[in-house]
């Protein structure tokens, strides 16, 4: 199994910057994808953006392309998203979650979840 732990969310004012981490644990990730996903209250679970761990290819949801970066350390078997010029539509739950394999976009094919973290962006 995986373990996934988040952290790096807050408060910050529209058009500030946010890096949220999420650690992961008990296997390494050769072949996963790691995805962060995000739910604001009375909506639905959204991608946001993943990578795949060999190679570190990226995709990213059109509503963050170009201000949020998905990066990974490998040493520290660590994701990060950057992001950058943040909108107050941005404020959610935020969640890294991964899969064995798929590059998926989906929230159902991702196998593993943390437990979440809490962007808030202000106007």
């Known amino acids: 199994q995986v373990q996934l732990v988040e952290s790096g969310g807050g408060l910050v004012q529209a058009g500030g910057s946010l890096r949220l981490s999420c650690a992961a644990s008990?296997?390494?990730?050769?072949?996963?994808?790691i995805g962060w996903f995000r739910q604001a209250p009375g909506k639905e679970r959204e991608f946001v953006a993943y990578?795949?761990?060999?190679?570190?290819?990226?995709s990213y949801a059109n509503s963050v392309k170009g201000r949020f970066t998905i990066s990974r350390d490998n040493a520290k078997n660590t994701v990060y998203l950057q992001m950058n010029s943040l909108k107050p539509e941005d404020t959610a739950v935020y969640y890294c979650a991964a899969d064995d394999g798929g590059r998926s976009t989906i929230p159902n094919r991702y196998d593993y979840w943390g437990q979440g973290t809490q962007v808030t962006v202000s106007s």
């Open positions: 990578i795949f761990w060999f190679g570190g290819g990226t």
């Open positions: 008990g296997r390494t990730l050769s072949g996963y994808t």
